[in-house]
């Protein structure tokens, strides 16, 4: 009889996970399975979808080589959910105790926990130690908080690991946050970027390819070529090359776009640090040991891992399942066909989604201020924009899709996560990328319909919803603007804006 049975989930390939911190090779089992509802609850990216499989499989297999006895379950063979293939497994092996980690998403909590009562087998949730902050300690900060802002929560992350901290407590360089830094636009003729590591499909991944194609080939995105990492041994390689060819220009040009260049400077590693292939310490710790780089690059790097990641983490599972009900400025708009397909006439638009469909990637500014602002100021459902980039990018798990997406680019809780709305017109795009010069819309005009739709929505998101807002302090300038516009001025913005409202939906 198994003693216990450890339940390792798509998500946590960590060899360390603490499910197994206390894993008896001769007494106790690993179970893994791939189930038809968690790859189908969405319409997830094909390469996602491959990833995630391959991956599984890869570390089924390592473990096994290592003395780890392995239940694996795959698709076509397994049961439809976790909890149907569990109790199936269950009933051959008879464990004692099931063992998991906290997974990160709320509802696969809610299932785990039905499993005693329904199983009649004790199982115990340990907590996810991989992360630098517990989901207690997070509760903790919050406590007497009447913002919880991001800067506040990095500080103290920074002081408690000692991470860019000189011997008197202050920040090294004498600032904590570089970000005045980071927003460079790439110039004209900049030498061509490295580009990240490629990883050649092997055997396994081969035939988790075909398996793919054949059962979810009206899944989103393309499905080769496929080159991420599937191991933990080339997760390290890819962390390798990023610290050598990419990471020195990460911070200047962190939010830079460019049509010819899908990824800039970016790592590019959030897709195999969201599953466990690399570890978030392991990562800031080999960052930390170059000591030439730019402090702009190493500061605006770290604060993604230990400032952002982490406090993105902590809302989530502060605010569920309430969070994501909320809809601040009651967004009614449906999610344009365009965002599954790219098929739009406006150029960033058609950029960022197209690579989105080719790569299962688009880097963070793309998300939040090309996407993720157009679906701000169009008014669309935040649920349907959540299901979006829960659904397209390798790296979306629900703990750090949801408040990015629902907080951090729609502003839908009100106020929760960001201190405002990040709605941009036009120019922000003109500013930050090349996206502009090849669009059929231009970007200078303002009203028309050959005006860059982002420069009327932008001002009409502002006139629907300024009693919302128009005492935030961060948008005075903007609602100064608005009270010298003409009466004139402010009916042609809203009705450009519902012509192409009305234009899109019929797309």
Not at 343 to 366: D, L
Request: charge should be positive.
């Amino acid at each position: 009889m198994t003693e216990n049975l450890c339940v390792i989930l798509a998500d946590q390939l960590s060899k360390d996970i603490s499910s197994l911190k206390n894993f008896r090779k001769d007494k106790d089992k690993i179970l893994m399975m791939e189930v038809a509802n968690e790859a189908r609850y969405v319409n997830h990216h094909k390469k996602k979808l491959v990833l995630v499989f391959s991956a599984m499989r890869h570390f089924a297999k390592d473990m096994k080589s290592k003395g780890y006895s392995i239940i694996y379950s795959k698709i076509g063979e397994s049961q439809d959910n976790f909890t149907q293939e569990l109790a199936h497994q269950c009933k051959k092996i008879k464990p004692k105790k099931i063992v998991i980690t906290h997974p990160g998403e709320y509802r696969v909590l809610q299932e785990i926990k039905k499993w005693e009562k329904m199983l009649n087998i004790s199982v115990e949730i340990s907590e996810d130690d991989r992360f630098f902050c517990t989901i207690t300690e997070f509760k903790k900060w919050t406590e007497g908080k009447k913002e919880l802002r991001m800067e506040s929560f990095y500080h103290m992350m920074r002081k408690k690991y000692n991470i860019l901290i000189d011997k008197d407590g202050k920040p090294k360089g004498g600032k904590w946050n570089y970000d005045i830094k980071n927003r460079k636009s790439l110039p004209k003729n900049h030498p061509d970027i490295p580009k990240p590591l490629q990883h050649k499909p092997d055997d396994i991944t081969t035939q988790v390819i075909a398996e793919i194609k054949k059962r979810f080939s009206k899944h989103f995105g393309d499905l080769e070529p496929f080159w991420f990492a599937v191991t933990h041994e080339q997760a390290k390689k890819s962390l390798d090359d990023f610290i050598k060819n990419r990471l020195d220009m990460f911070g200047p040009y962190e939010d830079a776009m460019d049509q010819e260049e899908s990824f800039l400077y970016h790592s590019v590693l959030s897709m195999y640090l969201n599953i466990g292939l690399l570890q978030p310490k392991q990562v800031l710790g080999r960052v930390l040991e170059k000591k030439k780089i730019k402090v702009e690059s190493i500061e605006g790097f770290i604060r993604q891992i230990l400032g952002w990641r982490e406090y993105i983490r902590g809302i989530y599972w502060h605010t569920m399942p309430k969070y994501s009900e909320t809809n601040y400025f009651n967004a009614k708009n449906k999610l344009p066909g365009f965002y599954w397909t790219g098929n739009t006439e406006m150029n960033c638009m058609k950029n960022s989604i197209g690579q989105t469909v080719k790569e299962a990637y688009a880097h963070h500014i793309q998300r939040l201020m090309i996407t993720g602002n157009f679906a701000l100021i169009a008014g669309i459902k935040p649920k349907e924009v959540c299901e979006w980039y829960l659904s397209v990018y390798a790296d979306a798990y629900e703990w750090v899709e949801l408040p990015n997406t629902h907080g951090m680019t729609l502003y839908a809780d009100g106020g929760i996560l960001g201190s405002k709305p990040y709605a941009a017109s036009g120019n922000y795009i003109n500013k930050m990328s090349n996206y502009c010069k090849d669009c059929q819309y231009d970007v200078k005009k303002k009203e028309g319909e050959d005006a860059c739709p982002f420069n009327y929505l932008y001002w009409n998101f502002f006139l629907k919803n300024q009693k919302k807002l128009e005492k935030n302090p961060r948008l005075w300038t903007v609602f100064s603007n608005l009270k010298k516009m003409s009466k004139e001025r402010k009916k042609e913005i809203e009705n450009d804006s519902k012509n192409f409202l009305i234009q899109i939906k019929r797309m």
